[in-house]
Nanobody, 118 residues
Framework: QVQLVESGGGLVQPGGSLRLSCAAS??????????MSWYRQAPGKERELVAA????????NYADSIKGRFTISRDNAKNTVYLQMNSLKPEDTAVYYC?????????WGQGTQVTVSS
């Protein structure tokens, strides 16, 4: 069982920035194999993929709605994946979830609230 703990959410004004972190409770040699993703779910909407980064070479992909504003990265030595969010908009308001997949293993964090409002 892998535990994922997200942090870094909060209230920010439009145009502001936040950095989300997701720490995984696994050995580093195992964490490097995990495909890591950030999802979000706004009230009344389905959960959607925001950004993902593969294990190994760390290839990334992003939802069109956040391209150029968000950056996903990972620090394998710290078993942590990050989501740097810049130029935040009110429509980015959601609960953000971390996801880890490796083979048949699929784990989710508890989520962290991001609210973009003036």
């Amino acid at each position: 069982q892998v535990q994922l703990v997200e942090s870094g959410g909060g209230l920010v004004q439009p145009g502001g920035s936040l950095r989300l972190s997701c720490a995984a409770s696994v050995f580093t040699s195992t964490f490097t194999l995990y495909h890591m993703s950030w999802y979000r779910q706004a009230p009344g909407k389905e959960r959607e993929l925001v950004a993902a980064i593969t294990g190994g070479v760390g290839s990334t992909n992003y939802a069109d709605s956040i391209k150029g504003r968000f950056t996903i990265s990972r620090d394998n030595a710290k078993n942590t994946v990050y989501l740097q969010m810049n130029s935040l908009k009110p429509e980015d308001t959601a609960v953000y979830y971390c996801n880890a997949i490796q083979g048949r293993n699929d784990f989710w964090g508890q989520g962290t609230q991001v609210t973009v409002s003036s």
